[in-house]
């Protein structure tokens, strides 16, 4: 019997020096990770110009995924030295895991999609974007959600995973862009003078517009007008200003100069019917 | 014979240093993670400021959940130290699990989906809100299903994976916009001037309206009108309201000045037929 | 060569007390998780005032998967004891699993939808819903498929996992909702106090109006005609009926009153041609 | 030398007990198996009305199954019991496998589909029916493939898999539903009852009516006209000839009455042109 | 040392026998599963009146697939039996299988999908057939890719896959219809009289006419017309000519009788402006 | 310990005889492979007619292949002989492999379709096609990607997973097509006489058209106009150019032969309002 | 216990071996790898004349996926090598994997397609281009997203997974079409003659256009219009002011010749109402 006991004795001493090896691993592994993502994750902020918040944010979210996976690597790893079999018991729960994994994807998805744009700096708090077909300021960017506030008062929730594309509108100059229809009667030449002149007046007075305003030709032949395009770059979120004004002088000037702006047109035949 | 006996001893002792091993651990584990998911969620609730009722149900949603998983594992454990070979066995349930996985991941996603709905308080009920694409007032927030009453009358059951982007209309001052056209022939200075008049009016005068109204500008230049804008913010769920008063009294005040809103124009040219 | 016999001899005891053990668990577990089950139902069934013949019909799905379920535990672990390799055939049919897995989810899909549907009461027979972009009567909520009769006549199978948002049209009060267009010439208040007096008489003597009717304001500005609107809370499915009577005694009230319904208006201009 | 043989003796002598064993087990459940197929289909079958030609398509289906799962797992465990290690070459298959199991899918899906769609007799032969898309009369109901014969003559293959929800147009009375407009200087109640006149005309002539024609009253105010809507249900298939025969009938009866049923409506307003 | 060649000789016979059953398993299970498919697939093609040619397709692609599989299997086995580890290989192999087997899906889709559309002869080359959204002449029915000669002459390659619904437009007569508006002012009787007439012109002298045609009745009051509708059934492919035909008829058969077939009607209302 | 060193001995040589045996079967395998998928692929480019240069493109890609396939199998076979385990670690590079194979899988797809393509020479260079949604004439068809150059100068890369169904528009002969409408009061058999004419001025005197024109009779009775369709056979790519030529000519012989082709007509009823 | 401690020494020193061969292997491998990877890349790049700046990122990312999975594969068979049972470990994570493998295999696909877009040079800064649906400038190509500025001034940021096909507008010259609509009174040839000298102008004075313009015929008989198209290529960008200005001079040209380019036509036809 008493083989055994060595026999038990030296396990239990093999046992030992893996337990010891491996808490070793761990204890070298664990802070040096925890300073690799630190420094990483620093120099990405610095580079992406990230304000101190949301650099802490990030590592925060790095630090607990790395513990949470380390923590579970090292209760594992210490079950399977005490001969424990885990592997079924682990693909039993595979079972209900795929579902879960299915299920949850979506949260995971989010996170993922949320860490990027927080890291890229795609859209900023108060900045107007459009993202997951919805339209309007952003109020709170999460790594699950963001909230937009829509134009019309309305508070969208979207999970980030939903957000595909994002159209940021708030990152320099917008353009402002007026059509205006002349009559096919008109001289085309003078109705551009006329614009341009409006166009001018603008370029120096109005200290939003950035570019332009310019009569950039005629851009299409309507039904019963000549349709005349104006063009200007203006200061952001003011490009809808702009074009009020701007709209409401070419039509004024265009009155003023006798340049009608043609109602819809038709020609009528009379025909008397033959066959009554 | 004898050897054989103390052999199994020894395998029964083994064992039951496991299984007092195992138990222990279980032990400890079980009310450990109890009171860790009991904190957080404590300290999540107060800091979303969560009701009471609420916590607990979410609370009681992630007990059940760990305690059921916890108790598999106990089990399977338990029962691959009696050498009894289970992972056939459960690979063979993966057949049928793969089936169920696949079937009931949406079960998952609603519960998932459902639990942040709750958390992040995206809903509450009695609010007017635009979720799966069905429009109405929330009347119960479910972990499996939302169900919205419709304007209509309608009671829709939403499974909440069905829910992507929430639009909560029910949170903050909404938009009243009016747009009102005037005839081409109208001075434009003249009809702005009329219409922000009526705006100051309701501006004093209306308790519902939080900022403006506002006339803006020419929003379009119509085919037959010119379109002026009236923007207002007004208390919620007034917007409608607010938007017929004051689309009532721009039509009365232009009215009493004189100023046309005009019908479809139309130029007809009369031609004589000559290849007839 | 007898060491061998009480080798197997000793075999055959430690098979036999496995099994042993094994029938014993599946002896205590198979009717404990049945009265769970049963109590479960039971339980959730009062709660939901679920009829008691809808209550027997879960309890019996459930019944039935627990024992399949069970049962394919028992024999594969049986199996398992008399060292026959299973894992490999049970791998290998993995392929076929797989195919058949895709396949057949959803079947498992449409069984966990219609769970639901059932257990919290979502449609009754006889109810009008839309469900998987069918509109009708239902005729009859199966585990698989639900049998929805349209308007037309047309008997529609829909399988529960078609079935994402159910819209219910039939629990509670409904909206009537009648939309009717006045000439810009008229008065408006005037109009308002006619279509009022109408919805007074409703209000006073229509039993299936538990709710205005009102006239709510000018609801838009058309292009020939002012728009003002209506609305009622009815008994339900008698939302059209109310309807139709309204708008009808609406147009007759209008006419009585001397106030024009006008048709589609157009100022035509006259113009003579220079350039032909 | 002679230790070895007795040892593989042994092991012959065992591998031969569990042999027996096996092969007892499947004597055993290969016909029982057989058996509570065939009690259940046949069951299924009278309890849902099948013609026997369909039950017994159905029984050799499930037959064919059954015969080829068993046989599958037979040959496997045995090749397991000769210590040929069977296991990475089924993996190794699974590469392709995998390629086949999601190429395959949809032949499983035809099936498991088709499988309900004759045993819930959602559709018969010589029925008119929309699934799929396609819209016709179905010509047969396959295991994997619907034929429908599109009204205007086209033959259609419907893979099961696409046919999601089933309409079918062939199960009970139909709607016939006319809508007729009145001008707005036209008595409606004056209308009504002229219209009432023909549907009782119907209602006593017509044996491809049964219940109605009603007038149901004003369904919409149009731009130019006030519609009056009839309703009536028709033996299946009648629909359409019934509705013609109404509409004829309800447009002469308004012609002999001298009721008006309008063109579209302008309003014409003459405007002289100022600032040409 | 001896007692190791022994051991080793031993081994080398237990492969020995091992392989030797393995071969002969195989050469007896190798062509019995060839006469199997053979017959099975003549069986099938004489069922369905398949052509030879097609049945020798069929047949090679099977039997392909069958010696490609056991020859694998084969291989496999024998490398299980020189104790070469080639799981983890093959495991390894995995992460390329399961891009490789997400990539070549589509290819296995492909096939399985051709290899129904040649068996269930669903297209023969030189009709007519709607098929992946593609109109036109079937040129080839491949394994892979079906083409179909648009009638504009384009060649498109539709992958069977892409496949879901076939409609073949030339399995039978086709119908022929035709919808004609004849004024409000006109009898309906006499119209169909006339109308009838003309079918029965057809219907007596034109060959590609199988049934019908005939006036239907009223199909519906138009705006400004009553259409009538016309139906018959012609050969296939001469459903558009016989069209034609009718149309071409009965325009000139209603002229004839002086009824007139309306252009769009519409009521003018002058009103004197007030307001202006 | 001698004993020990003969025992790692025979363990060298039993691994020497593995070793040895796949390398063997390797060095057999290798080269015989090669030659096989020379031979498939030369023999499946002459019977598909494929250039030189194609065949080589292939062949390459298939050797590359190959060649890594077998690479990697040799080495990893090597290793499991050496007692190294490697499945845990290829297990584990699975959960980054899942990610890879999902992420990648595009790529594989995009390489298999493009081979197809290469291998059925479904586009070549120069063609006009329609494929994944883009329309022009391709530039280049490569294994990954294929440039089309769109008709108005854009250069669009399609990666060839996105490629489902290609249209080519350059193999045989294209349809010409012209609708031309005629008055309602013209004699038809006149005007398809006069429009027939020209239609054999074409056949004789225009090189590009194969096939007619013909005028094939009454395509649909519009609402002011009868449809007259006129059909032509052209070279491909020519048959613009010809629809112009041929729409030009009916134009003016339909003028010259005082044939009316008609405006929009619209009958105006004039009517007193009685209720202003 | 001497035997126990050769033993261990034993074990000892085959596991050295195996590390000393694994350690080998590696240093061989690592940098073996590398050349590769560099002369691979460099070869590319000098294939696809990319910058160096492009090829050095490319070579980067692809030396750090090389190192990592180098990395992990050598601690992973080091750990394997003390006995250390990690599989069940790594299968533990497995349930965690799935959720994040199909969570971050969006940033895997995003890399994949952003490495081809690099390496193919599908896009360069500043080009103009569609993709992923948005149109504008591209800013930056990343190697998960691409940062497009559209023309309206909206920064977008498109992950390269939703980049699908990418239509480059920058790459060659472009098309200027102008479509203009002549009466139908006109002589077609005159018409054209009139517009053929325009486009001779444009051809010998406008330096931006490279070929062209040319009237190439009568491109529709409109309802009102004969609308003849004129083509021409001009240099990249340019396109749309050549529109404009070709637009602008072909309307004065028709001018200038009398030649009305039409209102759109109606026939009207007067009738007295007898039912009324």
Known sequence: MNLDWSNMLDNV???GWKVAFIV???MIVSPLGKKIIQSIIGKAGKKQKLSEGRTKTLERLMM???AYVLGFVLIATLFGLLDIEIAPLIAGAGIVGLAIGFGAQGLVSDVVTGFFILLEKQVEVDEYVTAGGMNGIVEEVGLRTTKIRGLDGTLNFVPNRYITTISNHSRGNMRALVDIGISYDENI??????LQQVCEEFAQNDERIKE???VIGVNSLGSSDVVIRVLAQTEN???WGVERDIRKRLKEALDEAGIEIPYPHQVNITK???HQ
Do not use: C, R
Request: aromatic share 8%.
């Open 24 to 26: 070793i691993v761990y």
């Open 272 to 274: 008397h019917v033959n």
């Open 64 to 66: 607990n995924i790395y």
């Open 189 to 194: 030449d003078e109705a551009i003078k006329v």
């Open 13 to 15: 001493i093999t046992v």
């Open 237 to 239: 979120m003011e490009q």
């Open 212 to 214: 332009g305003p310019d």
